[in-house]
């Protein structure tokens, strides 16, 4: 089984300012990571994934993530938010399996990211 | 394509009363999950397609639930004997075969007075 812990329930953050949102998990395999934003009452959209490959991963809206698997963590980057980035965010894992269902998903508890003027 | 769509977008239901949620995935995508969301927690998956095979199902899916996919076009979830603990957004994924993600729809959120 997987688990995956968000550090930080809120971050609050002003403007232009650079944010890190923190992501451990833990899995006895080797696993997917994702990235989602929800906005208000509204679905998830993803940010970013790591498959394999380059440890750095850039997305939508100016994020990036970096995966490290000695310490478990895909923490999350902007290096200047703005308004528009307050929402909440859930990082978000699956194990690699044959035939990986990219859709079943075991996703940490979400940190809110308000960001002020 | 206009993505995964899912209605009605708001249920406000009493005590007792079943309910019946939609989802319509992305055209041609094969499988389609179910989650719920209830407030200041991550999505918990609910149950999982494959066409209409249903092929997973989580403990969270009590006896009082049941998902289908007829045609494994559009899902369905019915909650029986609602109670107040089923208050909660219930969300809707879909995948297909080559894809490396789920896209999600926006959610259904159930109030039960």
């Known amino acids: 089984a997987q688990s995956v812990t968000q550090l930080d329930s809120q971050v609050p953050v002003f403007e232009e300012a650079p944010v890190e949102l923190r992501c451990n998990y833990s899995?006895?395999?080797?696993?997917?990571l994702f990235w989602y934003v929800q906005y208000p009452n509204q679905g998830l959209q993803l940010l970013l994934k790591y498959l394999s490959g380059s440890t750095l991963v850039k997305g939508i809206n100016g994020f990036e993530a970096e995966f490290n698997k000695s310490q478990t963590s895909f923490h999350l980057r902007k290096p200047s938010v703005h308004i528009s980035d307050t929402a909440e965010y859930f990082c978000a894992v699956i194990p690699l399996a044959g035939g990986t269902s990219y859709g079943k998903l075991t996703f940490g508890q979400g940190t809110i990211l308000t960001v002020h003027p | 394509d206009t993505g995964v769509s899912q209605n009605p977008r708001h249920k406000i239901t009493k005590r007792g009363q079943n309910v019946t949620f939609r989802c319509d995935p992305i055209s041609e995508h094969n499988r389609l999950y179910w989650y719920r969301q209830t407030l200041g927690q991550g999505p918990e998956f609910l149950t999982y397609f494959q066409n209409e095979a249903q092929l997973e199902k989580s403990r969270l899916l009590s006896d009082r639930f049941s998902a289908e996919r007829p045609k494994g076009s559009f899902s369905t979830l019915e909650i029986q004997r609602t109670e107040q603990g089923d208050s909660a957004m219930y969300l809707c994924?879909?995948?297909?075969?080559?894809?490396?993600?789920?896209?999600f729809g926006q959610g259904t959120r159930l109030t039960v007075v």
């Open positions: 994924a879909s995948s297909g075969t080559g894809n490396t993600e789920a896209f």
């Open positions: 899995s006895s395999v080797s696993v997917y």
